[in-house]
């Protein structure tokens, strides 16, 4: 079970072949966190992006959106405890995503692979 992570979905929606066809080809359910759906929303505001933006909720309904509850926050807060003992922190945002792919045993289909590496646990693709 795959979660995909914020840049891959902009990609996703921009219709750049290649993710295009590794989303189409994930099997079974997709999983993007609500931090996903917050940090693209931002990227739409506007009425220029008003077509955008209608995309985006109509592959709202193409997969399955996880909040943040108390378990990822507890999680969140040990992923990145973890990344500041390293000296490796990254964004909030990214350890929130993380930490929800780690309590749901999901694989983060990412763009960034460099980055959430430092995240030694998390399966990424």
Known sequence: MYLLDSDYIIYFLQGKKEFVSVVKNLPGTLYISVVSVG?????????RHKKKLEVFKIF??????????QNI????ATVRRDLRVTGKLIGDLDSLIAATCLINNLTLVTNNKKHFSRIKTLKVL
């Open 73 to 76: 926050a507890f999680k969140f």
């Open 60 to 69: 709202l309904k193409t997969v399955t959106v996880l909040s943040v509850d």
């Open 39 to 47: 940090e693209i929303m931002e990227g739409l505001q506007g009425e």
